[in-house]
């Protein structure tokens, strides 16, 4: 087993998928908890891979572990912990049903990817591994339980927002175990001690994703004039929870009022021919503009050239809702003001009538409002701008957020040697 300095722990990261260009928030803080003196290592649940990527991904690629679904050192993996230490694999079976609850497609998920961990839990033994960390409070979170079963090596789990709103069974034995577990607002906070009881309050604290603030700093954009087209930029997957429908609608009823503007929506997703063709059908073809997939760079050169940054989610068919979103975070590290919706913890970043205006989710008149209020006043725009990079820069700074986590995992790792 490799040498453990005290003063660099070795910590897993435990994802679905890696990399994945709507999920930054793992690869950047993953980066950030090197520079804080803590050695990752990334094990993803799922193969994938996406044909654009951000040019940091390059940077921890030798630090990916992936391992094939059917190969030989899986099935190596599965005969050592059942055979090896046929105790601890039946813990681990238990803790695969009670982490799933009673729903059958997190059970057969689970099921699907139990192999993978096998050989992920035998890999972070011999590595040396001293602390898992898992983004996403379901899958990711119960492999990192299963790994705690077979090797006792500590855990933690951040819930975000889908991952944790849409289907919250099992989460009582994924918290239970943890050493801590993150959550990243108040409002989720509140949402995972509703579900697991107050009895386990110690273990979950509230620890805020962050954006790149010196990335994202404001370029002295000169403050646009009255009667100059608004430039709003949306950030976000081309999914029903992001609430774009809605905001095509607002602008719909802004091109009515006489308002100039010009949209684009950054990223892609399986609404896009949808939106497409709802673009087509609302007349706004010559306002609207389907990016797709964009790097960070092309995201910090857009906000850069914009007003505004527009996010109008909305909780989904599914029961989806946001956390609170990161490009929100970047647009206002940009100091711009946000459009977007009293939804989930969103409130906690955005100040109604302070950093943004906020509408409830799917109320499109009111955004329509809102986006008004802003075209007509530049001035406006520089002061709830401004207001939002200040805001940021006190609790939603990438590095600061890091360090605040590479700190807890150590005192964790510290307690764990004293016991």
């Known amino acids: 087993m490799p040498d453990v300095s005290p003063l660099r722990p070795r910590v897993a990261y435990i994802v679905s998928k890696f990399p994945k260009l709507t999920e930054t928030f793992v690869l950047y803080e993953a980066l950030a908890l090197r520079d804080q003196g803590v050695d990752v290592e990334i094990y993803p649940l799922v193969p994938h891979s996406e044909q654009v990527s951000h040019a940091d991904v390059a940077s921890m690629e030798d630090r990916v572990h992936r391992a094939a679904g059917l190969s030989w050192p899986i099935l190596q993996a599965g005969l050592f912990w059942a055979l090896g230490s046929p105790l601890r694999f039946l813990k681990c079976l238990v803790s695969l049903a009670r982490g799933c609850g009673t729903s059958p497609a997190l059970l057969m998920r689970g099921i699907a990817t139990f192999p993978r961990v096998l050989w992920i839990a035998h890999h972070m033994q011999e590595a040396g591994i001293e602390h898992v960390h898992a983004h996403f409070a379901n899958h990711p979170a119960l492999a990192a339980r299963i790994v705690h079963d077979l090797t006792g090596i500590q855990y933690s789990f951040t819930a ?34 509703e579900r697991v009881g107050n009895d386990l309050s110690d273990q979950v604290l509230v620890l805020f994703c962050g954006a790149d603030i010196a990335r994202f700093s404001p370029n002295d954009r000169p403050t646009t004039q009255t009667g100059s087209p608004l430039r709003i930029t949306c950030v ?30 950054a990223g892609d997703g399986p609404l896009r021919e949808a939106l497409a063709a709802e673009i087509r059908k609302r007349g706004l073809q010559a306002h609207v503009t389907l990016l797709g997939s964009q ?9 850069s050239n914009s007003d505004t940054i527009a996010l109008t989610s ?35 970043l955005v100040e109604h009538d302070v950093s943004g205006l906020l509408a409830e989710p799917g109320d499109e008149s009111t955004l329509a409002d809102n986006l008004l209020r802003l075209a007509v006043d530049p001035n406006l725009r520089k002061r709830m701008g401004q207001a939002g990079r200040t805001r940021v820069v006190s609790d939603f700074d990438l590095r600061n957020n ?11 790792i510290e307690a764990s040697r004293r016991a």
């Not at 490009?327 to 977007?340: F, R």
């Not at 890091?402 to 964790?412: D, M, P, T």
């Open 160 to 193: 975000h927002g889908s991952d944790l709103h849409r289907d919250p069974r099992g989460l009582r034995i994924k918290v239970l175990g943890s050493a801590f577990t993150i959550a990243v607002s108040q409002y989720n906070r509140r949402f995972i001690l």
């Open 236 to 265: 976000a997957a081309l999914r029903e929870v992001k609430g774009h429908t809605h905001l095509l609608a607002a602008l719909e009823q802004l091109k009515a009022k006489g308002v100039l503007f010009n949209c684009h929506f």
């Open 295 to 303: 790097t960070k760079d092309q995201i910090q050169a857009l906000l």
């Open 314 to 348: 909305i909780c989904d068919s599914l029961g989806r809702r946001e956390g609170i979103p990161v490009s929100l975070m970047e647009g206002m590290a940009a100091e711009l003001p946000v459009i977007s919706s009293r939804l989930s913890g969103i409130p906690e």
């Open 402 to 412: 890091a360090r605040k986590l590479a700190n807890k995992i150590r005192g964790s």
